[in-house]
């Protein structure tokens, strides 16, 4: 289906609304997540995943460990779908992820639409294509986080840039297990990530739950996969670019996240591409 310009301003405008009026001010996070993990199925040499088709509706996708707690997002854009019932999930799913993420303050990211809707869920991807935060090993857990992203067809530069936007949101004990957020500015988009992580002196959470490091005043976590990034010598001067320059995190980030939002669809829409 072709939308035109006007369509996806209007479709946008609905995006930026919804999060004006949402009580919590917490559904902006929990979009661009949703964004991501419809998007990061991608596999680049069976071509297969990614954000065509939204096979996330369907189970099994929807019940994978990784998208715990993601109906809140899918749900909040329900009425929005309603709205506008010629845009498919997948370019709305998109759409927001990357309205979303201007809204909190971040750069504005390249949108084109084009994708299709699976119609049930023979699209959807076998479970493990999405990152485990913990292999219980400082090594295979930086191997773990490498081999997703490269798979993808991302680079050491581009997946420490898109892991950035854990700048944003928390994780919840009833989706992930984990808890806590990574900055003190939750909702806004910002390269506090990599400061914070730099800046810190990270120490094994002593609690119930799985293993996540905090800082020292208990209020900021890490999962052991944010800590990878400070490991591994290579994916660390990257952390310190991005910290002394949210200029360059910026440009890295919105061209990272266009790409994993557009990697695997093939009929996207040049005519009306939008945020540029
Ligand atoms: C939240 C893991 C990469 C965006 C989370 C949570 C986990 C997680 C466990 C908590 C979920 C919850 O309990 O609600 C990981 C791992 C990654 C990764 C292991 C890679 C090694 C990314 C990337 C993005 C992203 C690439 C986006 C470009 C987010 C956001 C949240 C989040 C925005 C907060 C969601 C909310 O507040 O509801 N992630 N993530 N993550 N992740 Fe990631």
Request: net charge negative; proline share 5%.
């Amino acid at each position: 289906s072709v939308v035109s310009k006007e369509h996806i301003a209007a479709v946008a405008a609905a995006i930026h609304d919804l999060l004006d009026n949402e009580e919590e001010g917490d559904l902006g996070p929990t979009l661009v997540r949703l964004a991501w993990h419809a998007s990061g199925t991608y596999d680049k040499e069976s071509r297969t995943g990614g954000s065509d088709g939204a096979t996330m509706r369907f189970s099994p996708e929807s019940d994978h460990g990784a998208n715990a707690g993601l109906h809140v997002a899918r749900n909040a854009l329900e009425p929005i779908k309603k709205l506008f019932p010629d845009f498919t999930y997948a370019d709305l799913w998109t759409l927001a992820g990357a309205v979303a993420i201007e809204h909190m303050g971040g750069p504005n990211i390249v949108w084109r639409p084009g994708r299709h809707d699976a119609k049930d869920a023979s699209e959807c991807t076998p479970d493990g294509r999405l990152p485990d935060a913990d292999k219980g090993q400082v090594g295979a857990t930086i191997r773990h986080v490498r081999a997703i992203f490269n798979r993808q067809g991302f680079d050491d530069r581009e997946m420490v840039a898109l892991i950035g936007a854990h700048a944003l949101g928390r994780c919840h004990t009833d989706r992930s297990g984990y808890t806590g957020p990574w900055t003190r500015a939750p909702t806004t988009f910002s390269n506090l990530y990599y400061k914070e992580l730099l800046e810190n002196t990270w120490t094994l959470k002593s609690w119930d739950g799985p293993d996540q490091f905090e800082d020292p005043t208990g209020d900021l976590m890490m999962l052991p996969s944010d800590m990878a990034l400070v490991w591994d010598r290579d994916f660390r001067k990257y952390v310190v670019e991005f910290a002394n320059d949210e200029e360059a995190f910026f440009k890295a980030f919105a061209s990272a996240f266009q790409k994993l939002e557009e990697n695997g669809v093939s009929a996207l829409n040049n005519s009306a591409a939008s945020g540029k």
